[in-house]
């Protein structure tokens, strides 16, 4: 588990200190506040506060003057339908602020995301901890031969304890650089902010991100998606989990329409009118470009 003893007891503390309150809450969210979740093999997240549930997103469509909720099948048919139709404002009525530890490389790519705030740890204020991200064997691949993004084959014996080696002795060699930089024995010792720079983008950071409801259902669109790298995906899959509990309904309609629907493009849509229609069509005969039949195979066969 990432966490120290004296962070678990922090934790603990604001668990065991309940509050009544007017506002709303969602029951299942109540259960995650606060907790930390490992994701990774240092990594965690776990959220820091909330605002709003499933009722708080009908009762901003509805712009109504009380809770805004009706009967349960009717709210939960309101929310689909403002997901099917791409009606997302009530979806940001709901806000949630996570705590992420996550290793650099990962916060390049989740800072792309620039619908959310951010608050990350200073490194050149305090010293970041030697903690870094090694793959497990069953995520250790190769270069995938058909997609340049991507990866392949699993490396096995030899030569994946060589690459395993490797990314110890790196990591461990620039912590102990990092270190004998910033203290030197009587010295001065390097500034955090210029010593920082020879650690590896494996190094493990901190930060809040405050995200609502609809930005977070687009990062969770893009990052829990098979093409997005494994690692991110590990913490939005954490995150689906999360979300599921929090609001129920919206999160079965954002899997139903966002995570398990297809976009089709109008050639698509041609193409699988003649179909049904008993038309045989080819690759040749689709208007399509290579790579788009091939996905739209893939989707259709
Ligand atoms: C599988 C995958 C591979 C990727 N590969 C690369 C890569 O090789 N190189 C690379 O650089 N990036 C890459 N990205 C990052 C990607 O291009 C986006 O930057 C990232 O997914 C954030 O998406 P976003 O801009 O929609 O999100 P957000 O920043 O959260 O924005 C949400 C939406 O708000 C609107 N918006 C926000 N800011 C602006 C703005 N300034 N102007 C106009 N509209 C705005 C847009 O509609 C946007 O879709 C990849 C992402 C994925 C998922």
């Given at each position: 588990?990432?966490?120290?003893?004296?962070q678990?007891?922090e934790?603990?503390?604001?668990?065991?200190?309940?509050?009544p309150?007017?506002?709303a809450?969602?029951?299942g969210?109540?259960k995650h506040?606060y907790?930390?979740?490992p994701?990774?093999?240092?990594?965690?997240?776990?959220v820091?506060d909330?605002?709003g549930d499933?009722a708080a997103?009908?009762q901003?469509a509805?712009?109504?003057y009380g809770?805004?909720t009706?009967?349960?099948?009717?709210?939960?048919g309101?929310i689909?339908y403002?997901?099917r139709?791409?009606?997302?404002?009530?979806f940001e009525m709901?806000?949630v602020?996570?705590h992420?530890k996550?290793?650099v490389?990962?916060?390049?790519?989740?800072i792309?995301?620039?619908?959310?705030?951010?608050?990350?740890?200073s490194?050149?204020?305090?010293?970041?901890d030697?903690?870094?991200?090694?793959?497990?064997?069953?995520?250790?691949s190769?270069q995938?031969?058909?997609?340049?993004q991507?990866?392949?084959?699993?490396?096995?014996?030899?030569?994946?304890?060589r690459v395993?080696?490797?990314?110890r002795e790196?990591?461990?060699?620039?912590y102990?650089?990092?270190?004998?930089?910033l203290?030197?024995d009587?010295q001065k010792g390097l500034?955090?902010?210029?010593?920082?720079?020879n650690?590896?983008?494996n190094?493990?950071?901190?930060?809040?991100?405050?995200?609502?409801?609809?930005n977070?259902?687009h990062?969770?669109?893009?990052?829990?998606?098979?093409h997005?790298?494994?690692?991110?995906?590990a913490?939005?899959?954490?995150m689906c989990?999360?979300?599921r509990d929090w609001?129920?309904?919206?999160y079965?309609?954002?899997e139903d329409y966002?995570l398990?629907g297809?976009?089709?493009?109008?050639k698509g849509?041609?193409?699988?009118?003649r179909r049904?229609?008993?038309?045989?069509?080819t690759?040749?005969?689709s208007?399509?470009?290579?790579?788009?039949?091939?996905e739209f195979?893939?989707?259709?066969?």
């Amino acid at each position: 588990m990432p966490l120290t003893p004296e962070q678990q007891a922090e934790i603990d503390e604001q668990r065991a200190n309940p509050r009544p309150t007017l506002r709303a809450v969602s029951e299942g969210m109540e259960k995650h506040l606060y907790l930390a979740h490992p994701v990774l093999d240092h990594g965690l997240i776990r959220v820091v506060d909330y605002m709003g549930d499933d009722a708080a997103i009908t009762q901003a469509a509805r712009v109504s003057y009380g809770r805004g909720t009706k009967s349960v099948s009717t709210d939960e048919g309101l929310i689909r339908y403002l997901m099917r139709h791409w009606h997302s404002t009530p979806f940001e009525m709901c806000e949630v602020k996570f705590h992420v530890k996550l290793p650099v490389f990962v916060a390049r790519q989740w800072i792309r995301h620039r619908t959310a705030n951010v608050n990350e740890y200073s490194a050149r204020y305090s010293i970041l901890d030697r903690e870094f991200y090694i793959p497990a064997p069953e995520h250790l691949s190769a270069q995938s031969a058909v997609n340049r993004q991507g990866r392949g084959e699993l490396l096995e014996g030899e030569e994946a304890a060589r690459v395993l080696d490797l990314l110890r002795e790196d990591a461990m060699r620039s912590y102990d650089h990092y270190e004998s930089m910033l203290s030197q024995d009587g010295q001065k010792g390097l500034a955090r902010e210029l010593a920082r720079m020879n650690l590896p983008a494996n190094v493990y950071t901190q930060w809040y991100w405050k995200v609502d409801l609809h930005n977070l259902f687009h990062f969770l669109r893009l990052r829990a998606d098979s093409h997005a790298q494994y690692e991110i995906r590990a913490y939005a899959n954490a995150m689906c989990d999360i979300v599921r509990d929090w609001v129920p309904f919206a999160y079965a309609a954002f899997e139903d329409y966002r995570l398990g629907g297809v976009q089709l493009s109008g050639k698509g849509v041609e193409v699988l009118k003649r179909r049904l229609a008993g038309e045989t069509v080819t690759e040749e005969n689709s208007g399509m470009s290579k790579g788009e039949w091939r996905e739209f195979e893939g989707l259709w066969g």
